[in-house]
């Protein structure tokens, strides 16, 4: 039996993280209302992403794992962008732009990198 993990995108744009043994049960249950408090209360649901484990301890863990990603790494993830996912998954001190496209990233055809000043660093032309 596959078990799943999952996200859904709620109707004021959150996001919720969750796993189950039975997909297409659990995505209607939330649809529905009444199962989930954090979910009832912002419907209309939608799954964004979701990915099969051989085993409910694998489902769970990547749950726990994923609910503590940023917006912008769940959306990566959602979008199968990898090259996204790969720049968030970095503490953001570790980056190099606080833009994707600035380094090249996610499209660009740009081959040069620009580094950004850290505002706690003066200039050493002031």
Known sequence: MPFWCYIL???????YTGHTDDL??????HS???????????RPVELIWADEFPTREEALASELRIKKWSRAKKEALAAGD???LSF???PPRERLSTSLEANGCCGSHSHSVRI?????TKRADN
């Open 9 to 15: 995108e709620c109707a004021d744009g959150v996001y």
């Open 116 to 120: 950004e000043r850290s505002r706690d």
């Open 88 to 90: 968030y998954s970095k």
């Open 24 to 29: 297409e049960r659990r995505i209607a249950e």
């Open 32 to 42: 529905v209302g009444g199962f989930c408090r954090f979910t009832s209360a912002r």
């Open 82 to 84: 990898w090259g996204k």
